[in-house]
Every structure is written in structure tokens, then in C-alpha cells.
């Protein structure tokens, strides 16, 4: 199973797309406010931490800043994926004080959004972390943030899943009644998948069977009770990949690893996120 299957060619592509549509909705044509500012005064600004956190988003951040004034110096203190402590100094901004000031609320935005995400995912992935069971991402994301928010889960050190309809199937419950038999599906997914990684989404331990019984390899067991999914493991003597999904928590994450799924998604990774309490402070300033 691979942590991410996000393209890092594209990646630097899509920053510069996601913060070109961030600044254009923040600023539009004028920042108003920082029209006040005089044109040659500069500045140093400081970042920290008001939550502990683990860090993610720190490219968006300072892209953010350099397509604004290409001429500004950023200082970071940590690395993309540390663990800081609440209150901790992050980073240092040096340069033009009307594109610092332009600049603050799209990239706090950027770094406390895809913190939180890369966040609540390590914590998963630390509740987790003695048993065989790995922690993956869903589509539940913010639109337009799809391929932020997964390379924010993989720093939190999960796993990503497809990263849209278009890169593998997953047969949900909808399909299956759209449909005139489940074991149709299989053959007709054989036929679009560029892999034999196609998926199919079971809700009781009937349909898993049926599932097993098709010849699935990839079976995704939604809203399963412990007690059914350590079934599952039992009837499914390693022939497929078990993903468990669907009212999962960090109380009880840990049980649902030990009944033997292979992985464990999570929409909230990406949908329920509380956003890191970041914020920047102008510490000295000089007008010329």
C-alpha cells in the first residue's frame, strides 16, 4: 500500500493554481487597507503557533508571499511535518510591508487548514500504531483543496486513496442498485480498470460473502459493528483487502485495527477539521 499517490510533478503546478485563485478572491484588484501603507516601508513579521499542531502547508505559505513580491525572505524554524508546541515561533517574513500585509490571511489560511488536517491524522495514525492496520483519506474534501488536503494527510502519515473518480473504482451502494446483478460488476470494472485494484462497498456480512464469493480483492466494509468486521476477517481468510470505514473516532480506532482489516478511512480526516490557531505579528518596521 503506498502513503500517497499524489504526482509531485503537478504539485508545485497546483500550489501555484490554489494560491493564484486564493489571492485573486482575497485581493481582487486592490488590497484597500494596505493602500495606507507606504509604498517603500518594510518589515519583519513573525508566525506562531496558538495550538500545538503538526505542520503542513508550508510551500502554500510561501508561495503565497513570493507571488506577491518575489523579493521577500522567509525564515522557517521547523520543517514541513514537525510537531511544535503551542505557542512556538515558526517562521520569520522580511521584506515589503504592503505585500507582507497583502499576503497574511491567504497563506495563515493555507498553513492552518492543511495543519489540521496533517493534525488529526497523526493522531489517528499514533492511535493505531502497534497493530497492522493502516490509516487512508477519502473524497470528503474541501472542493479545490483535493490535492492539499491529501498531501496534508500523508505529512500526518497516512495514506492516500484514489485521488478522484477518475484514477479507480469503487463500487458503492448506489451502483449496486443502479445495477441488475453484483456479479456484473466485476467483469464490466475489469473492462474500464487500468488496475485490478476495483473496490466494492458491502453493508452486512450477506453481501461481503456474496463479494468474496464474485471474486472482489478489495472489499470496503461501511458502518460494520466489531464484533461483524472480526467476522469478516475470520470469512475472509486473507483472499482481499479489508477496509473498514463509517463511525470511526479516536476512541475507538484502536479496536477496530485489532479485529485484522488491512486499512481504516476517515472522511473527518479531511471534512471535520478544526483549523490550527495561527497567527502573525509585525515586530519591526522601518519607512524609508
Not at 83 to 92: A, P
Not at 137 to 165: E, F, H, S
Not at 248 to 253: A, C, D, G, S, Y
Amino acid at each position: 500500500m503506498h502513503r500517497s499517490k499524489i504526482n509531485k510533478k503537478n504539485l508545485t503546478e497546483v500550489i501555484q493554481k490554489n494560491i493564484a485563485i486564493a489571492l485573486q478572491e482575497d485581493i481582487g484588484n486592490i488590497d484597500l487597507s494596505s493602500e495606507l501603507i507606504e509604498e517603500k516601508s518594510s518589515a519583519k513579521a513573525y508566525v506562531k503557533s496558538k495550538d500545538s499542531a503538526v505542520i503542513s502547508g508550508i510551500p502554500w505559505f510561501n508561495t503565497t508571499f513570493l507571488m506577491l513580491d518575489p523579493k521577500i525572505k522567509i525564515k522557517w524554524f521547523i520543517k514541513e511535518g514537525a510537531i511544535v508546541k503551542k505557542n512556538q515561533r515558526l517562521c520569520e517574513i522580511y521584506g515589503k510591508t504592503k505585500p507582507i500585509l497583502s499576503g497574511e490571511r491567504v497563506a495563515l489560511n493555507f498553513l492552518q487548514t492543511l495543519s489540521a488536517t496533517s493534525t488529526i491524522t497523526h493522531q489517528y495514525v499514533q492511535a493505531i500504531k502497534n497493530t497492522h492496520a493502516k490509516i487512508f483519506d477519502t473524497r470528503k474534501t474541501i472542493p479545490g483543496l483535493r490535492i492539499a488536503q491529501k498531501y496534508a494527510v500523508t505529512i500526518g502519515g497516512g495514506n492516500n486513496q484514489r485521488m478522484g473518480l477518475f484514477d479507480q473504482i469503487l463500487i458503492k451502494e448506489n451502483h449496486i442498485k443502479s445495477s441488475k446483478k453484483m456479479d456484473d460488476l466485476l467483469s464490466l470494472s475489469l473492462k474500464y480498470a487500468k488496475n485490478k485494484d476495483i473496490q466494492i462497498e458491502v453493508e452486512n456480512l450477506n453481501q461481503f460473502e456474496k463479494a468474496i464469493e464474485i471474486g472482489f480483492k478489495n472489499i470496503l466494509l461501511d458502518n460494520f459493528s466489531i464484533k461483524n468486521l472480526k467476522k469478516a476477517v475470520l470469512l475472509n481468510k486473507k483472499r482481499a483487502v479489508l477496509e473498514a470505514s463509517g463511525n470511526i473516532t479516536l476512541k475507538n480506532v484502536k479496536k477496530i485495527a485489532l479485529t485484522g482489516v488491512n486499512r481504516i478511512s476517515l472522511g473527518s480526516l479531511t471534512k471535520n477539521i478544526k483549523a490550527i490557531d495561527l497567527s502573525m505579528k509585525i515586530e519591526t518596521f522601518k519607512s524609508l
